[in-house]
């Protein structure tokens, strides 16, 4: 007899809410880990160090995506419809794992050769290996299973002791300018090191037996669309920086990681609320229930732009400071990039929510494809044009006029199913309210203090006066908002006195 899974319908599906609250802090521990250790490693390696380390990192990242073909968002698709069966849902890992187990030593066999190929890999061997390790670790992480199965607060709390760890390691073993190895073996931990426990854990959920048959084939179309959509997003997100390291060298690249790291960091955050929905989308849809999927769709494109408007703006405000904050003096000159860069905040997650969100879940790969390869294209002819003259500056152009692309693409694609009128109704609301945040950073620059001081004072002072215009405005997810945080604070307070 089959053992069952928690039936969703039966026993209670977990909370949305909760689910985004756990995988908030997760991602908050994933921004928070690395603005510290930037901040440190920035002043301690200076820009050719950490310019070094992030161009080793993005070459491994290509061939960590030729490992995992698309897994990411196959896996947790594909395990979420069949979470309430154990014995189905153990033998799709298992040929997960068998397929990745074949795609990851192809990945080192292309690694190799590229390293031996291309002579300016050849002086970024040892990082190029210490980062390669990521590619074994994402593999058998099996993280798609843990998102399927909703296991928010588990992957939050490991990722969380993870993180403690190697920050303590940092301050330990990264003293000077010349521990570019530790740094990239530190960050390597905090990345990827937890999915060793994955794969221990993952025992609580499928069993590691033999099957007798294993059903591989039948799963290498779908991977194969998610490879090559994979393979277009990555091709532009990571082809800057590597395009960078070889036109310009590594100063070049260190300052572009100054200027885009804080925006890549907002948009992994705001990435936070779409995340969540890919599991519930996809058993919805296997389920039929389409006002239940319309309505999630709805609240998701919303709570992006509730998010993104308002970020974009403080961070063009504030891009100076920021650097100042995060970089160091080393690295002022990458505000005026950071500047340039600001509209990706809005662009990622709104092509997020379309691509990964939306049509993953309904098994529009090839849709997905479609924008994100005019994306690719678009950032390889124009990164060709204006990296060798602009340098970081044109890297920044390019990104942003690719992701524009992509979400035009998007944006055609999700009308051929939606409304997306009605759906982006309230985009001009968020952008008034957002309207108050130059004023309040114009007034408080006025005031001669610290610019610590000055970020200080304006996030808080800023997302209050947002709130209340949204509220005034009757905006139904400010609304929702207020009212969650306050349900949470009378919850909390009655069990501290009772």
């Given at each position: 007899m089959r053992n069952m899974v928690i039936n969703h319908e039966k026993k209670g599906e977990k909370s949305l809410l909760q689910n985004y609250i756990f995988n908030l802090i997760k991602t908050l521990n994933g921004i928070l880990f690395p603005i510290i250790t930037f901040a440190y490693s920035a002043r301690i390696l200076g820009v050719d160090g950490v310019g070094r380390v992030n161009f080793a990192k993005s070459v491994i990242t290509y061939f960590t995506m030729i490992a995992m073909l698309g897994m990411n968002y196959y896996g947790t698709r594909e395990a979420a419809k069949r979470r309430n069966d154990k014995d189905e849902l153990s033998r799709f890992c298992l040929e997960?794992?068998?397929?990745?187990?074949?795609?990851?030593?192809?990945?080192?066999?292309?690694?190799?050769?590229?390293?031996?190929?291309i002579p300016m890999l050849r002086g970024y061997r040892d990082l190029l290996l210490i980062c390669s390790v990521a590619i074994v670790l994402q593999g058998m992480g099996m993280e798609w299973l843990y998102q399927a199965m909703e296991e928010y607060r588990y992957i939050a709390v490991r990722s969380f002791l993870f993180q403690i760890v190697a920050l303590a390691a940092l301050f330990i073993f990264v003293q000077n300018v010349g521990d570019v190895i530790p740094y990239a073996i530190i960050t390597l931990v905090a990345s990827s090191g937890s999915y060793i426990l994955n794969f221990i854990n993952a025992r609580k959920y499928i069993y590691l037996h033999r099957h007798v048959r294993y059903a591989i084939r039948k799963h290498l179309k779908p991977l194969l669309w998610l490879f090559a959509m994979a393979v277009s997003i990555e091709l532009y997100t990571v082809l800057d920086t590597i395009m960078l390291g070889f036109l310009k060298g590594d100063k070049a690249v260190g300052l572009y990681t100054a200027a885009i790291k804080v925006e890549r960091m907002v948009n992994t955050l705001l990435a936070?609320?779409?995340?969540?929905?890919?599991?519930?989308?996809?058993?919805?849809?296997s389920q039929g229930k389409t006002e239940k999927t319309a309505g999630l769709i709805k609240k998701g494109y919303n709570y992006v732009f509730l998010l993104s408007i308002p970020a974009a703006v403080g961070l063009f405000m504030l891009s100076d400071e920021i650097i100042l904050l995060f970089s160091g003096s080393q690295f002022v000159s990458a505000g005026f990039t950071m500047r340039l860069l600001v509209p990706i905040v809005i662009l990622i997650p709104f092509s997020m929510m379309t691509n990964q969100q939306t049509f993953v879940p309904m098994g529009k790969e090839?849709?997905?494809?479609?924008?994100?390869?005019?994306?690719?294209?678009?950032?390889?002819?124009?990164n060709s044009i204006l990296i060798p003259r602009y340098a970081e500056n044109g890297a920044a152009v390019a990104t942003v006029i690719a992701e524009m692309a992509v979400a035009a693409v998007c944006l055609i694609n999700a009308q051929r199913f939606f409304n997306m009128k009605k759906l982006l109704r309230s985009v001009w609301l968020y952008c008034l309210a957002a309207a108050v945040i130059p004023v309040v950073v114009?007034?408080?620059?006025?005031?001669?203090?610290?610019?610590?001081?000055?970020?200080?004072?304006v996030i808080p002072i800023s997302a209050m006066l947002y709130l209340v215009i949204l509220l005034l405005l009757d905006n139904q997810y400010a609304k929702e908002a207020v009212q969650i945080v306050s349900k949470k604070l009378s919850l909390g307070r009655r069990e501290e006195h009772g």
């Open positions: 997960m794992l068998i397929i990745n187990g074949c795609t990851t030593l192809l990945a080192y066999m292309f690694l190799v050769i590229s390293m031996f190929a936070s609320v779409g995340v969540v929905l890919i599991p519930r989308l996809s058993f919805y849809i090839k849709l997905i494809l479609v924008s994100t390869s005019v994306g690719a294209v678009t950032n390889l002819i124009l114009s007034l408080i620059k006025l005031i001669k203090t610290p610019y610590i001081v000055h970020i200080i004072l």
